[in-house]
């Protein structure tokens, strides 16, 4: 068929083909569906569609055309499918297309997808289902952590996707699109048609604005959609009021508006362009690229730009180097959607309007007018920040693009109400605050100058230095004279000759390659620099401005390792890994570049063969040569293909590793070097390989022409001598007159083109792994595998050093300011001295058997001391390269040492915590002698660096963190006196016997002090603030939140304290120390590692900064000042508003002049006095009080007085605060001359040592603890509208629990959790926790789930179980010691909160928990008692957490931003208590609680800023719902939850149902909804589901409530739709969106599944509602429990199912046994039924057959409860033991008790056990006469009063004998050690039980355990009748289980633990995790399962053997 054929066969598809019509679907001849496909039609189309539905996607569908193998041969290049998602279902549609060569390419996109997936034939794209614009899921969804994956929305619009297959192809796989093949509609959606069209319709243009827009014919893309395309639009109707359109690609694709959570290359609706015409949005992009002036967009951005750094000064400018953004914390405010910055310069025209692509990208304009772009690490919570200088007229104008600073100060002021303004005063107010901001001065305040280091990862792999280091090629513009190489993440241009460095700075990681243009025909130079780390980044840089023009970002690209230009630079070639990791072999177009910043893929390819070179040929811009691993691979690009071959090695050589390949003319090499044979147009290919050969390949041929051995000393061909060993080649270059060769022994070696010999050669001190060669082949530059950088002059054949630097990480630095040196020491066991000026390396300290871990300079002289990892302290001598000192007593490693200022005095701290002082007066004479050690002083560990410890100025005092890890102590520098101490942790007032036991919410990491002036302690905490402490009193002046993102590694104070300087997140900030103005700080980037030091110069010239790799040096530009006066700025002051905390008054200038005079006298006295040790550290006092609202401080200093944080928004009544203070002036006649001398005054809070009659001050490990009296102050009502609320509260305490279900009440438990615990060494545990059984039915809300995720959680006693029913995989959570009472899982389902219960002095805890990881994020303390509610807010952004009823505390923490604890906004205390507590679904920050007497407050939270406060509002409740009058009870109110239309729904205990208009906060109706009380309730549409304790769920109809919001209704015409039954109260739930599905949890312990679609009910988890009471196992496939509820249950012991269960009503199961797996006596043919006997407390025995499950017997042989059951050897008989003392033989043939035993009466039975063995020793057997049948006759009895007896016994021949009876001595006094009365058998019960047991192997022993003299487990010989061998344990036993082979025992302890004891060895492991008395244990018949309860907790452990 010709071209005009074909073009008129295809005229029928233009210009749109409908599929519907084309292949008639409603005659499904030529298509086909399968499963549940109906036609209905659609009220808002008008007309029919398809509906496609099915819980299976591929078994219902509508395909076309009707059989795979026909095609539908539509070439359409857009394909418009008109659709509609099924709200809470999934969809799945197939493409199938075709391209030019014939490959059939799958096309398929789902909203079940979760990531984009691809292979050569099939593209898996998903699909976000956003919810309708204008909906209350949409506005709820702003701001959410959500990705829309997942189920469809319940609120859907109809969406017309428009599909560019052409473009998909191309992209993706590379190919040419051809034509469509078929088209599979699979369920759930539904369907309208789907056409096929070669232009791009607008579904929102009409055809008149097409005529406005001048668009005469449908041959232009922006034409309108024909009317049976489009969808059906209403008369005065937008078309986005009604649809959705969605185009892939997306025509904004890096819109900021869209959200950050989206999977890459996700098929979305772009938020950006909606609402306009596509014409419109391609005019505006027009627009913006031509941008106005001054402009600058986002700077991610898909195309980038060229962005200019500076103008053009020769080669570089003098302003290149600064490297300047500023970076603001979090912010807790609400986040505002920034899609464009504001004007900020002259010169962003179109070149710098799309800079760069990188979402991390800052952009800074210098002082000439220029921008520099750099990117960090920079989460999504950063904003933005431009600094803008401009020159000329404009100089000094800044513009700065950002939201308000966030770096949280804790400045906190009283509540007050904002009052609503009118817009406009808002514009005109935020503009001019903008003109007035205040921000630190100069901008920027540091440059960069200076980088010493040289390449990257830090490591002596030879790859970490190849092809990161060049020549500049341009030799006209001197470019001989200038080395670019990469340090770490910079890239660095050096003038060799002045030394002068020039920086491109923009890559976040590692530079790993750098390739360089030839500068051929006058092109720009061009640079490419790739970094390691996900998405293969490679910039482009322009070179002479040091300019990004572009960025690559690679998707499939995990990194890229290598790079090479053409040298025209035209094309870029790239080599890294892919996501499989496979070799990725990528080819660009770069010629435009640097004209628009535009840079295509050409080609690529994935290859399993290893690259570690490449090259693009000279004269052939598409064919490339690579080498790696016993390869060379020639590469070409034809067609937009990649193909390539590789080159047959010679057979007869093992090549091993080609280590290098470069290009060279044809023959070049040979014997007599001639040059005229040699075709200049052909080229030759030389590889080098680490065995010492050269090979030679022919380029044009791909064929081998020669193999060369290269040797040390004589080049020759490889036949002429084979036994010399070639050398190890690394690097090869070849110049016109010789070779170039570098290689692992170091030397660099010069060979002439024939190889005769080696005529220049260079060694050095590692192997040498590149090297390149200028363009006049004067200089070989060389880069070594240790870490050097030089090149060798080959005409002066001299060779210079151009950089050294450290192989491994730099540990620590110092600098010696008088000489003008740093000194390093680092993990290359090495420690070098460099010259400040010129980088030169001086000395260089090995240390190859010790690792040096800290350094510290000497303040005069030329001296430092260096601790080492073994303990080591060394003084060196730099001038003589001496050790003057040594001190190797310490063991463990050296974490710091300081010099003091005056140098005196040498400190050094250790692993341990020791701290020693040496005495360094005369260091160069006599050493340095040690004064003193402290062994405990410091906090040990290894998170404590050298930071940890510091020196004050003047010399007299040290600084440290210990001696634990949330104190800080301040000591005497001379002899380490302790001064003062200060715990600055996060907890709460704790109790003095808690110590054991405080909360790790936040630690002091860093000390450092400021200048004399300020006389300021900085500490640096691991919450990221960082505090200001008074040196002398310890008082705490402020607190700086969010100092970093994460924990800040190094800070250091400007001598004049002016400025502060914070390193951390590999970045640098500068602040104001003050941190008084609007933008306080500025920050630097560069670092690509952490940043462990910062220091000033002593001219205050520089600031060096080190990090692990690599030493920054900065010009500092700030303005220094003359010492200030040591007045503290008033909003650094901390103003606290909590009854727990401390506030200080505001003051006046007066007030404040008059303090700094009173301070300054007093600084006299104490300067005079001098430091004097005191006896215990000072307590902080605290100002005389006024009738501002003040509270008395605590003896010691912590962070829960003056952290905001940690504070609720009330103060305590004043008043009562004034009278308190003159009480304890009156009583404390000591402390007369300190009280005077207090004033109330701002700038000054002392320490008072008077102590209040209700507070308590003991001290433990020298740690000063307190316990507080709480404040209470009278009560102010809130019955008004909402409005903040009041200074002063009424803290209601209740003394009874509310009587209501939903309340949490924790179990009674006397236990405590263990005070240590001896746990296994990791990898030699025996246990491992398999799996919980049970779910907690005492919890309330304590379950969780995701129906997006999939992620179920509940809880059992303790710990937290996560299942993911997807999977089915369970995981256990183990991070609390109580109780968990409630959960929360976010929205995204990424974090899990979990609460616990208190316990005695131990507080509530709540811990996130990562459901991807399993690990605890974060750990929260607060609350005293226990909590009953936690709930995420919509956004996540906040949760609540609140107290049971004995605190009523109501708390909101921050959200967990993945860095840092979340910290606590605002606090109160409610007047009642509260059960519920739920958030408002469309407003972020309101909620509303619900509880006793009927209570209902609406709460909104205010963010001011950085302040939060809270509003409440406590509504008035009707009459008519405030009492039950039938039962005559107070009404609670036990849950709520929203409805639409802002409805509030609140159940009560009573059954009732109210509904509450929330913009009026009133109750307009009521209705019963159940019989009893309510305790779970939830909304959706028009339903309200409500369950309870009616023991069921109801669902009702809600059609009608709006409606009925203004009228008197009482809810009679609201009807109840279905209804499902389970077995026990409903007490926690959760549903789907849509109401159909979901899970409730019960107080039996049981979980449901209901299903209202089907009306199911399935149980998933059953468990134990009450305590488990016997454990028993059969032959090896079930297990048995019984419990006080009365159920005997029988579960599968491998997948831990229950199997069957009896219950009894009313009677508790107090034991359960199995029989024997033996045959009859009687019958050996026929095995004995298996049976199951439970006792109960009645006395009486139930007997079950398990085959038949039938109740085989019963019978009562006891009065008292039963203890004990045993079946007999033979199973003929069971012997029963009571609470009594007496013991019944019952016959299992006649359940005839035939005989009673009363030996142990008194005392209960605690166990019986019938030996199975017939081989005991013949003397234990007195009768034998009937012995010969082969069954076991010896039993034991075991009582509570630690008597045994063993006993014959033959029951069938009424055998019964005793022949042993054991005695166990033991103290007559109790554990505690409380007197016991003689004979008293009450006592029994206090004590632990006994328990004994024959040995399983060993038929002469017996096991015991019980109390006794010691804590023990004892073998006990029947025949030597007495103790052989006994096991200590640390803990009484309560229960014990041994092993089949009796190689393990197992007890459980009061203490929570269960121990594993190894009983060869004796010895034991602890495993926590039950959450009171571990009371039952049991070994499987296998022994590898361990079964262990708790009350209702049962857990299985695996056995590791």
């Known amino acids: 068929m010709n071209a005009a054929q074909k073009t008129e066969r295809l005229l029928w598809q233009h210009p749109y083909v409908n599929v519907f019509k084309q292949f008639k679907i409603e005659d499904w001849k030529k298509a086909s569906k399968e499963g549940d496909v109906t036609s209905t039609i659609d009220k808002i189309l ?125 992209m993706y796989i590379n190919r040419k699109y051809s034509h469509l093949k078929n088209i599979r509609l699979c369920a759930n959606l539904l369907v309208k048609n789907c056409f096929t069209s070669d232009l791009s319709y607008d579904p929102r243009l009409s055809v008149r604005q097409a005529r406005v827009l001048g668009i005469k014919c449908v041959d232009e893309n922006f034409a309108p959609m024909p009317r049976d395309m489009n969808f059906f639009l209403p008369k005065n109707k937008e078309w986005d009021e009604l649809y959705d359109v969605v185009r892939f690609p997306l025509e904004h694709p890096t819109s900021s508006r869209q959200p950050i959570h989206l999977p890459f290359d996700s098929i979305q609706r772009d938020d950006a362009s909606n609402n306009q015409p596509l014409f419109c949005q391609k005019n505006q992009a027009k627009d913006k690229h031509r941008g106005g002036l001054g402009v600058i967009k986002s700077p991610r951005r898909e195309k980038p730009k060229t962005v200019d750094v500076s103008r053009k000064a020769g080669i570089f400018s003098s302003t290149t180097n600064m490297a300047v953004s500023t970076n603001v914390g979090k912010d807790l405010s609400k986040r505002k959607i920034v899609t464009d910055l504001p004007p900020v310069g002259l010169s962003m025209l179109e070149t710098t309007a799309a800079s760069c692509s990188d979402p991390g990208a800052t952009l800074l304009e210098s002082k000439t007018g220029d921008v520099h772009v750099f990117v960090g690490e920079k989460s999504p919570e950063q904003d933005i920040v431009v600094h803008r200088h401009f020159s000329g007229k404009a ?32 514009i005109t107010k935020a503009s001019s605050l903008r003109r007035a901001m205040a921000t630190l001065k100069p901008d920027p305040i540091l440059k960069l100058r200076r980088v010493l280091g040289f390449g990257g990862d830090s490591t002596n792999d030879i790859r970490s230095y190849r092809s990161i280091s060049k020549w500049y090629p341009c030799a006209s513009s001197g470019g001989s004279d200038i080395v670019v190489y990469a340090v770490h993440a910079v890239v660095v241009a050096m003038e060799v000759v002045s030394g002068v460095q020039h920086f491109f700075i923009g890559h976040t990681e590692d530079v790993r390659s750098i390739a360089m243009n030839d500068c051929v025909g006058g092109s720009p130079s061009i640079l490419a620099s790739a970094q390691g780390g996900a998405g293969g980044i490679v910039r482009i840089w322009r070179f002479e401005t ?330 060196f001598h730099v001038g003589s390269t001496t050790v003057l000192s040594e001190h190797t007593n310490a063991r463990s490693k050296v974490t710091s040492v300081i010099f003091t200022p005056s140098g005196e005095r040498l400190i050094s701290v250790d692993e341990k915590g020791t701290m020693a002082v040496y005495n360094t007066s005369d260091v160069e004479h006599v050493g340095a002698p040690l004064l003193r050690t402290l062994p405990k002083v410091t906090a040990p560990g290894k998170a404590y660096g050298p930071n940890s410890i510091a020196a004050s100025p003047d010399g007299q005092k040290i600084a440290f963190v210990g001696p634990n890890e949330y104190t800080v102590t301040v000591s005497t520098a001379s002899m380490l006196d302790e001064v003062l101490r200060v715990d600055v942790s996060t907890g709460l007032k704790l109790e003095p016997d808690i110590l054991e036991q405080k909360p790790k919410v936040d630690q002091p990491l860093q000390v450092s002090f400021s200048p004399t002036a300020q006389k300021h302690l900085l500490v640096m905490t691991k919450a990221n603030r960082l505090l200001k402490l008074d040196v002398k009193s310890g008082q705490l002046l402020s607190v700086t939140e969010d100092i970093h993102r994460s924990c800040a590694t190094a800070i250091c104070a400007s001598s004049d304290g002016s400025y502060l300087v914070t390193a951390g997140d590999k970045l640098i900030k500068v602040w104001d120390y003050d941190m008084s103005k609007d933008l306080c700080c500025q920050t630097f980037i560069g670092h690509s590692s952490p940043i462990h030091t910062v220091l000033f110069t002593p001219d205050h010239l520089t600031l060096i900064t080190v990090g692990e790799g690599s030493v920054f040096m900065w010009d500092f530009l700030g303005v220094t000042n003359t010492p200030r006066s040591r007045a503290v700025n008033e909003r650094n002051v901390i103003s606290l508003r909590a009854s727990e905390g401390r506030q200080i008054p505001s003051t006046n200038c007066e007030d404040k002049s008059d303090h700094e005079e009173a301070e300054k006298d007093q600084d006299a006295v104490d300067d005079e006095e001098g430091i004097t040790p005191r006896s215990k550290p000072p307590a902080p006092s605290h100002p005389d009080v006024d009738q501002s609202s003040a509270w008395i401080p605590p003896e010691t200093l912590r962070t829960s007085d003056l952290d905001a944080s940690n504070i609720s928004e009330f103060t305590v009544d004043a008043n009562m605060m004034n009278q308190l203070a003159q009480n304890k002036k009156r009583e404390g006649s000591s402390s007369k001359k300190n009280m005077t001398n207090l004033t109330n005054k701002v700038n000054d809070l002392r320490f008072v040592p008077e102590k209040d009659e209700n507070e308590v001050d003991e001290s433990y490990d020298s740690v000063p603890v307190k316990v507080a009296w709480m404040a209470k102050s009278q009560k102010s009502p809130m019955k008004e509208s909402p409005r903040p609320l009041p200074s002063t509260v009424e803290v209601a305490n209740f003394a009874e629990c509310p009587n209501v279900l939903s309340h949490f009440s924790p179990r009674l438990t006397v236990s405590q959790a263990p005070q240590r615990t001896y746990a296994a060494p990791a990898g030699q545990e025996g246990l491992e926790l398999k799996a919980v059984v049970g779910y907690n039915g005492n ?51 990424q974090i899990l909160a979990s609460a616990s219960g208190s316990n005695g002095l131990m507080r509530s805890r709540i811990c996130l928990w990562d459901t991807s990881t399993l690990s605890c994020r974060a750990t929260l303390k607060h609350h005293e008692y226990d909590i009953v509610a936690l709930a995420y807010s919509r956004d996540d952004r906040f949760l609540i957490s609140m107290g049971d009823y004995r605190e009523n505390a109501l708390v909101i923490w921050s959200s967990f931003n993945g860095l840092s604890s979340p910290v606590i906004l605002a606090s109160t205390h409610t007047n009642s208590p509260v059960h519920k507590v739920v958030w408002d679904p469309a407003t972020p920050n309101e909620f509303v609680s619900v509880g006793a007497d009927a209570s209902v407050s609406f709460w909104m939270l205010d963010e001011h800023g950085t302040e939060t406060t809270l509003n409440v509002h406590e509504a008035d409740i009707p009459d008519a719902i405030k009492t039950d009058e039938t039962n005559e009870r107070l009404v609670h109110f036990t849950s709520a939850c929203f409805g639409e239309d802002h409805i509030l729904y609140v159940a009560s205990n009573t059954g009732f149902v109210s509904a509450w208009d929330t913009s009026t906060n009133s109750c307009f109706l009521h209705w019963r909804a159940d019989s009893a009380e309510i305790c779970y309730m939830k909304s959706r549409g028009n339903r309200l589901l409500v369950a309870g304790a009616s023991r069921g769920a109801k669902m009702w109809g809600l059609a009608g409530v709006g409606e009925v919001r203004y ?52 149980k998933m988890v059953t468990g134990h509602k009450d305590k488990i009471t016997g454990i028993a196992f059969d032959e090896g496939n079930y297990f048995a429990t019984s419990s006080e509820e009365g159920t005997v249950r029988l579960w599968h012991l491998h997948s831990l199912e229950l199997a069957v269960q009896f219950q009894v009503i009313d009677h508790a199961c107090t034991s359960v046994t199995f029989s024997h797996p033996c045959k009859s006596a009687l019958s050996t043919s026929m095995t004995q039924p298996k049976m199951l006997s439970a006792g109960y407390k ?69 166990n019986i056990a019938c030996s199975l063995r017939n081989d005991h020793p013949a003397a234990l057997t007195m009768h034998t006469s009937a012995s010969n049948d082969g069954c076991a006759r010896l039993c034991l009895l075991c009582g509570g009063d630690r008597r045994v007896s063993v006993w014959d016994t033959e029951w069938k021949h009424d055998v019964c004998n005793m022949i042993d009876w054991l005695t166990f001595p033991a103290p007559c006094f109790a554990p505690d050690g409380s007197q016991l009365p003689k004979n008293h058998r009450k006592s029994i019960s206090h004590l632990p039980p006994s328990v004994c047991y024959f040995h399983p192997t060993n038929p002469d022993m017996l096991i015991y355990c019980g109390y006794g003299m010691t804590k023990s487990l004892q073998h006990y010989s029947l025949t030597n009748r007495k103790v052989v061998k006994s096991i200590p344990l640390p803990n009484w036993a309560q229960c014990m289980a041994v092993s089949t082979d009796g190689t393990l025992l197992a007890s459980g302890t009061g203490t929570r633990l269960l121990e594993l004891v190894d009983a060869n060895h004796g010895t034991f492991q602890d495993y926590s995790g039950h959450s009171g008395v571990v009371e039952k244990v049991g070994f499987s018949p296998d022994g590898r399962l361990l079964l262990s309860s708790s009350g209702p907790e049962l857990f299985v452990w695996k056995v590791k053997h």
Not at 852 to 857: D, G, K, L, N, Y
Not at 1347 to 1363: H, I, N, Q, R
Not at 1764 to 1769: D, N, Q, T, V
């Open 1738 to 1806: 009645d006395g009486t025995v139930r007997v079950f057959d398990v085959d038949k499950l039938v109740l085989k017997l019963k019978f009562q042989p006891h009065t008292a409860s039963v203890t004990a059951l045993e079946f007999a050897a033979s199973n003929e008989t069971l012997l029963s033991g009571a609470k009594d003392g007496t013991v019944a033989a019952t016959s299992m043939a006649t359940g005839v008790t035939m005989r009673v035993l009363k030996d142990h009466r008194g005392a209960p039975i605690n």
């Open 395 to 426: 100089k000094g104008r800044q513009s700065v693009a950002s939201t308000q600073l966030t770096t949280k100060r804790t400045t906190i002021r009283s509540a007050r109400s904002q009052q609503k303004k009118s817009s406009s005063n808002e």
């Open 1339 to 1389: 919890g309330r809300g304590n379950l969780a789930w995701s129906p997006d995720t999939g992620v179920l959680a509940y809880s059992c006693g303790c710990v937290v179980v996560l299942e993911k029913l997807t999977s089915k995989e369970k995981f256990n959570l183990l991070g609390h010691t109580e109780e968990v009472s409630s959960l929360a899982m976010q929205h995204d389902g």
């Open 1607 to 1658: 009228a008197s209704e009482t809810g009679e015409n609201l009807l109840m739709d279905d209804e499902l039954n389970v077995n026990a109260e409903v007490i926690s739930g959760a549903f789907d969106d849509s109401l159909d599905v979901g899970i409730v949890g019960t107080t039996a312990g049981t979980l449901w599944y209901l299903d209202w679609s089907e009306h199911s009910t399935v």
């Open 546 to 875: 040091q300019k990004c023009a572009t960025m690559i970002r690679s998707q499939h690209a995990t990194c890229m390792n290598a790079l090479a230009f053409s040298r025209t630079g035209a094309v870029l070639v790239g080599v890294g890994r892919d996501g499989h990791g496979k070799t990725l072999f990528m080819v660009w177009d770069t010629s435009a570049a640097l004209r628009h910043g535009s840079v295509n893929v050409i080609a690529k390819a994935h290859s399993d063969v290893e690259i570690h070179r490449i090259r693009v040929c000279p004269t052939d811009d598409t064919r490339m040569v690579s080498c790696g691993r016993d390869n060379i691979r020639f590469w070409r690009v034809r067609s937009n293909q990649l193909r390539s071959c590789s080159v047959a090695m010679p057979t007869e050589h093992s090549f091993q590793e080609i280590t290098d390949v470069t290009f060279a003319p044809l023959g070049i090499v040979s014997p007599s070097n001639h040059v005229e044979g040699r075709d200049e147009d052909s080229l030759s290919v030389f590889a080098s390989t680490n065995g010492g050969f050269l090979v030679e390949v022919d380029f044009q041929k791909v064929v081998v022409r020669g193999v060369h051995k290269l040797l040390p000393s004589v080049g020759q061909e490889i036949e002429k001598d084979e036994t010399m060993k070639g050398i190890s080649l690394n690097a090869l270059r070849f110049t016109t007159n010789y070779l170039i060769t570098g290689s692992d022994d170091g030397v660099l070696r010069l060979w002439p083109l024939d190889l005769s010999t080696v005529f220049l050669e260079a060694e050095h001190d590692g192997p040498v792994v590149d090297v390149d060669v200028t363009e006049d082949a004067e200089k070989v530059l060389v880069s070594t595998s240790s870490a050097t950088l030089g090149y060798l002059d080959v005409k002066t054949r001299k060779y210079k050093t151009i950089m050294r630097s450290h192989t491994d990480v730099i540990t620590d630095s110092c600098m010696d300011g008088l000489r003008r040196t740093i000194s390093t020491c680092s993990h290359d066991n090495s420690i070098r001295v460099w010259d400040f000026d010129n980088l030169r390396q001086l000395y260089d300290f090995s240390t190859p058997d010790d690792t040096p871990s800290a350094i510290t300079c000497h303040p005069m002289l030329e001296i430092f001391a260096c601790g080492f990892t073994s303990g080591a302290i060394r003084v």
């Open 46 to 170: 008008k007309c029919t569609v398809y509906k496609i539905q099915g819980s299976v996607p591929a078994g219902n569908y509508i395909q076309f055309p009707r059989t795979t193998t026909q095609s539908l041969g539509l070439t359409g290049r857009y394909l418009y499918i008109l659709f509609k998602p099924i709200p809470t279902k999934y969809f799945v549609v197939h493409v199938d297309t075709v391209a030019e060569d014939g490959l059939v390419v799958r096309i398929s996109f789902s909203n079940l997808f979760k990531e984009f997936k691809s292979t050569s034939t099939w593209l898996q794209f998903p699909f976000a289902c956003h919810a309708a614009k204008g909906s209350v899921e949409h506005f709820a969804s702003l701001g959410a952590k959500q990705d829309f994956m997942g189920p469809a929305p319940l609120a859907q619009k109809w969406t017309m996707l428009v599909l560019d297959l052409h473009y998909i192809l191309s």
